[in-house]
């Protein structure tokens, strides 16, 4: 099992940047693909972004493509989404996921963090 955490979140203004941070910690971090995931008041969870174990390996969903960037630091057992140039329509929760396969699929992704809020003001 691995445990996930996410910090970061807030209230900002539209053109405005913020990082999110996702900790994990029980199994091995490096064994996991690791996911950020969002989810709007009154819609379906959405794919944002996805890294590979290494790192060397990233997707995004078209529209965050340009704007935020994904990372993660093995060494820290932690994936990070950086997120510039925040619109209004970007305000949701998001959460960080990992899971065995590289994917966009919430399906695919095998444990979950309970989310951070983000609120983008115009």
């Known amino acids: 099992q691995v445990q996930l955490e996410e910090s970061g979140g807030g209230l900002v203004q539209a053109g405005d940047s913020l990082r999110l941070s996702c900790t994990t910690s029980?199994?091995?971090?490096?064994?996991?693909?690791m996911g950020w995931f969002r989810q709007a008041l009154g819609k379906e969870r959405e794919f944002v972004a996805v890294?590979?174990?290494?790192?060397?390996?990233?997707d995004y969903a078209a529209s965050v493509k340009g704007r935020f960037a994904i990372s993660r630091d093995n060494a820290k057992d932690t994936v990070y989404l950086q997120m510039n140039s925040l619109k209004p329509e970007d305000t949701a929760v998001y959460y960080c996921?990992?899971?065995?396969?590289?994917?966009?699929?919430?399906?695919?992704?095998?444990?979950w963090g309970q989310g951070t809020q983000v609120t983008v003001s115009s």
């Open positions: 890294i590979s174990q290494s790192g060397r390996v990233t």
């Open positions: 029980g199994r091995p971090f490096q064994m996991y693909v």
């Open positions: 996921a990992a899971g065995p396969l590289f994917s966009s699929r919430p399906s695919e992704f095998t444990h």
